[in-house]
């Protein structure tokens, strides 16, 4: 039996993920370019499809959640290492970034891995200890 | 997926691409080892234009083309570009390719079918191929290398089409040192070495470039292509203004008659051809809606003219402009920045730096001519500007590039000191100087740019701009009194500007580029490797070396100290 309200924080997390995603990719990046915004539709729908379900309390929420969750950890375990191998090549062709940039970097880093690295990898634990009560 | 597998598949992940990581950045980066070039490729150049070359094994090596060259033309240039580095370039995506050189530095060195042909910093500088590859509009950001620009310059060297070079070709980045036999070695202006000197030097060289873009009418040649010598088209009246001050201060400065002629000729263009009536009063522009921008830095200009007695009649111009100027400003101390003269009403709109301009000239005009109105409604708008109008959340986290509002708080400090103007003005700085570039945060020669980031060539003109009002700001703060940590943060912060402005002005800059090097000396340009000259960017850098030259006067004539406060 799923926490009620642990289902609360998670769908309310993944409702979050939802908007912060659409509106990052979809409202923040200057154009579109499909490799970005076909796996961010996608994992927009299924952060807001977990989120609808956790919050009503759906009997499919918990299905919903793992692939979410999976889909979002695969993206966000990607993203960060093509920030990370990015900012390799850039350190390489330009030397070191020097404070500035390295604030940058570690910003844009920072708000990519709560929700789409450490949120996935806690829910996925939250689900897997749900399903074994 | 048990947790063990979990943990186990992202400690997997983090090593993988902590290794990647690693690899990427040793393959990109350079060795750069400038006491063994792996070649030397040797350009004859004149007048701007490529006219032979020849790859050698060290500098100094003869060739025959390169003899060739040098014998039919006269004017004729040897330049060594030493191939001191080597690496990969990302060829796809294009933003990659664009990104993989370093502008101003590196070149492309292309073997295709046994042949090797360089494209060096030099051939890229002469068609102005740096920073024009990524542009992302909605930040301004423009960076990175043309990229179908050096194609199309690859393709026509070595007979192909740009296609096959991306899809056969062997391409490299080169990093390259650049020597130009029979050149003494340029002295290196820094904040430590500037001197008084150096920095009247660059005033007259930058009014003097301006002077010599000024026609018989008045008009400047308002953006000039450095590398070509063709004036490009655009024109802006405010900047005519403030190039217009500009000169005229430099005049007074230098006593130069080309200098003073040129500042005569252009504030006669603006008075002849730009004066309105808007309303009861005078105003500056063409068509039936002025901007408040025109009106005052023409005011500041014209102020100018007459206090370097240059010619005083431009005194009597002042007035009817001020009063225009008294009249666009609302009870609360702001102005409204447009009028429209078929409704004889202003038009109640905030653009960019317009309310700053206006404060300045309003306090000018008081200062040559006393009418009381203009200091009260200097002040007001200072006490606006500083205050209400810089007032919201995060306010003391973030500033914009308005520099005039610090010089009027300094121009009225004698008259109407605003404590709260000063120290909007001292926490703005603070802010420039946590952006300013030290010696090292990039691969440029930026130590005393700001930017955020190391990956863009840095502006000049914003340079410039802060340093007109951090120059100002460090008057009024060494009058106030202010702590002298403070005063001694803001000092190094300007030489590092004004020694950044220096070392990157045309005096004369690598001549070999330029198809008419006479008629660029003395230009400031848009960035270390953008060369399109418009007369701002030569006005700002200009006006804060004036500024910095007063202020050291007046510290002598005092006897005080450059830091020291007065009593």
Known sequence: ?????????????????AVLVGLGVFGGLPARWAPVDVPAAALTALELAAAA???SGAAWAARVSRVACALALALGLLVVSVLAVTVSWLGGVYGPVGRGGAIILALVAALALPYLVALPVVQLLWLRSDRGT | MSPRVLFRVLAAWATATIVTCVIVRRVFALEVDEA????VVASVWSGGSLVGRAVLARAGDRDAVLDRALAGHADATLVYESVVGEGPVLLRPEVAFAASVVAGHDGLAVTLGGRTEYLTPDDLLARQ???????????GLVTGLDVPLALA?????????APDIVDHARVRRVRVVRTVPGDPPSRVVTAESMTDGDVSGGVVAAARFLARGVDAQGRFRYLVDAPTNRTLPGYDWPRHAGATYFLAQAAGLSRDPEIAWAALRAASWLRDTGSLACGATRCMGTGSRVDLGSSALAVIAYVEIARTELDPSYALLVPALTAFLRAQQRPDGEFMHEYDRGKSAPVDVQLLYYSGEATLALSRAHALLGDPRDLDAASRGLAHLAGPAWSFFGSRYYFGEEHWTCQAMDDLWGRAPDVRALDFCLRWQAYGRALQYGAGDTPFDAEGAYGLGPFVTPRLTPAGSRCEAGVATLDAALTAGA?????ARLDRQMRRSLALLLRQQFRPGPRHLFADPAAVEGAIPGSEVDWQLRIDFAQHAGSAMVRWLVLREERKKIGASALQAVP
Do not use: C, K, Q
């Not at chain 1, 039996?1 to 993920?17: D, E, H, Q």
């Not at chain 2, 310059?153 to 089409?161: C, D, F, K, Q």
């Open chain 1, 1 to 17: 039996m799923r926490s009620r309200r642990a289902s609360l924080v998670f769908g309310s997390a993944n409702l979050l993920t």
């Open chain 1, 53 to 55: 379900g956790l919050l």
């Open chain 2, 36 to 39: 063994h070039p792996r070649a």
């Open chain 2, 129 to 139: 191929a740096y920073d024009d590859g990524i542009r992302v509009p909605s930040i």
């Open chain 2, 153 to 161: 310059m690859l393709a026509e060297r070595l007979g192909t089409t």
């Open chain 2, 483 to 487: 702590d002298p940590r403070e005063l």
